[in-house]
């Protein structure tokens, strides 16, 4: 398998731009990530790795709209590429394919 790997947060944060579709932004994946994790994130984390996976061509970014609630400052909005959508598919399958051996312990065992 030929692809670029991603570090588990960096596979959460790519996660959670895709379940946004265009509305991802750095304070709105902070909370997502913390409510479906539990675990503490910061906002310069989810901004590293939003870099991150920018320079790797797993994203890409603009800039939003001024609002209102946001006195006027604009949101830079986050999107997945083409390569970052495959590239989460293949770490699907990987995972699909583990989980559904240790779920089969005789289909393991005859493997091994």
Request: zero cysteines.
């Amino acid at each position: 398998m030929n692809r670029t790997y991603l570090g588990e947060f960096e596979e959460i944060v790519l996660l959670g731009v895709a379940v946004m579709q265009g509305q991802a932004y750095g304070v709105v994946l902070m909370h997502e990530i913390i409510e479906q994790t539990g675990r503490s994130v910061k906002l310069n984390q989810i901004h590293s790795a939003l870099q991150r996976l920018e320079e790797k061509g797993m994203v890409k970014s603009e800039i939003g709209g001024a609002t209102a609630e946001r006195g006027g400052r604009r949101k830079r909005l986050y999107n997945v590429t083409a390569y970052g959508q495959r590239t989460l598919q293949q770490i699907q399958e990987v995972r699909d394919n583990f989980w559904s051996r240790l779920i089969n312990p005789l289909k393991l065992a005859t493997k091994l």
